[in-house]
């Protein structure tokens, strides 16, 4: 009999992890408390990156979809099978913490529930290139989940296309995804300034000139 546990639940157990999560201000050894608003989780429709399936439910960052104007799916309604995808998720994001990359690892962990194996090794290939740069991860994923949540097509045409692997060169590979991305968001002005303030409180010790 295969075991069924509720999507609510599963999101439960991603909150508890950011719920645990704090950034600590290097100056005043304080959390910082204005990255709070940005780790919270919601269940919603998105686009799906397989064509033979309309939509799909994600648990995604609800400061993405309220650019959207998204509304929470009804958790009571919604289960999902517990194989191994599922229960491997968890560790995704009990592993995040420590990389810094909250919402990269739960679009990796959320690609494999869904089984959209083509999406997660496309981001799995990002991670050799920017390693030493967990926001640009951050920027990429939270890009990632607007696109899927706005169902928008041409995002992904784009952006999990495989043009980017006749790049031979680390630099060029660096270049062209860094480009796709920055243009994307200059497009999308909302989500620019959405992500750009995620990042500087999830990375405030990194600039130079954070406030004190």
């Known amino acids: 009999m295969i075991n069924y546990r509720s999507m609510a639940s599963l999101k439960d157990g991603y909150q508890a992890v950011l719920d645990s999560y704090d950034v600590m201000d290097a100056v005043t050894g304080q959390p910082v408390l204005a990255l709070k608003p940005y780790l919270r989780l919601g269940i919603y429709h998105c686009g799906s990156v397989d064509q033979n399936s309309d939509t799909e439910e994600i648990i995604a960052p609800v400061f993405i979809a309220h650019l959207l104007q998204r509304r929470e799916v009804k958790q009571s309604e919604l289960v999902i099978a517990a194989g191994p995808a599922a229960l491997n998720s968890m560790g995704y994001m009990q592993s995040a913490s420590q990389s810094q990359r909250i919402y990269f690892s739960l679009l990796i ?23 030493d740069e967990p926001w640009l991860l951050e920027q990429f994923a939270t890009a990632y989940f607007y696109g899927l949540l706005a169902n928008d097509s041409e995002y992904f045409a784009r952006h999990a296309s495989p043009k980017h692997a006749g790049l031979s060169r680390k630099p060029e590979q660096i270049h ?26 999830a990375f405030y010790n990194t600039w130079l000139h954070a406030p004190t």
Do not use: H, I, M
Not at 110 to 131: H, I, M, N, V
Not at 178 to 199: F, G, I, M, Q, S
């Open 109 to 131: 962990a959320e690609c494999q529930r869904l089984k959209w194996y083509g999406l997660a090794d496309d981001l799995q290939s990002l991670t050799p290139l920017f390693y």
């Open 176 to 201: 062209q995804r860094l480009l796709l991305l920055n243009t994307y968001l200059a497009k999308t002005p909302r989500l620019y300034n959405a992500v750009d303030e995620y990042v500087f409180f």
